[in-house]
């Protein structure tokens, strides 16, 4: 991945479906995020074991379900939404469940949303949520849920979202605060 440098001059942001091709850059531009914006809201150690549950989740490129987000042709922030029981984790998470969601029964997931830093704070985040929410109606869908971290959970609540419960996720050893939240999707 390249070294995105800030500048006074707005980029273009384009947005794709990741290819298995980008899983590399995927994992860079998630790495980024999680050891910079991600410290602002967690100790060290919870940092260090979200890492355990945080991640390239494949099966998302796969779906055809996972957007790259793209700043003059830079990586600068990736996303997804699922019609699969899984809420959160990457390959490597323990306990992911693969089974498909029913629409107008099951809430679609928003799924591992990532912005490179210094691509904050340009609409990354809300594109990415507009894509997921539009295609996951599209798909059948009335409503959405995810399960946000400390660092996305103002994004989220801007966005219309609500909580459903706040928990911890202990699984890299160190208990990790997250809040799933859902929304409507209008028609």
């Known amino acids: 991945m390249q070294n995105p440098q800030l500048d006074d001059a707005p980029a273009t942001l384009t947005h794709r479906l990741a290819t298995e091709a980008d899983i590399p850059a995927l994992h860079a531009l998630m790495e980024a ?28 490129v796969t779906d055809r379900t996972y957007f790259l987000i793209e700043a003059d042709g830079v990586p600068a922030g990736c996303g997804g939404w699922s ?77 219309g979202y609500t909580d459903i419960e706040a928990f911890e996720d202990d699984r890299g050893g160190v208990p990790v605060p997250l809040i799933r939240m859902g929304k409507p999707l209008s028609a």
């Open 33 to 60: 995020a999680i050891t910079g914006p991600l410290a602002a809201f967690l100790t060290p150690a919870q940092v260090e074991a979200s890492r355990t549950i945080m991640g390239v989740d494949s099966q998302l």
């Open 83 to 159: 019609y699969r029981i899984t809420s959160y984790g990457g390959d490597h998470t323990p306990g992911r469940e693969p089974a498909r969601l029913t629409p107008g029964v099951d809430a679609a997931r928003v799924r591992a949303m990532y912005t490179h830093p210094a691509f904050l704070r340009r609409g990354i985040g809300r594109m990415i949520l507009d894509l997921c929410e539009s295609a996951a109606r599209d798909a059948g869908f009335d409503r959405v849920e995810l399960v946000a971290t400390m660092g996305g959970e103002p994004l989220y609540r801007a966005a």
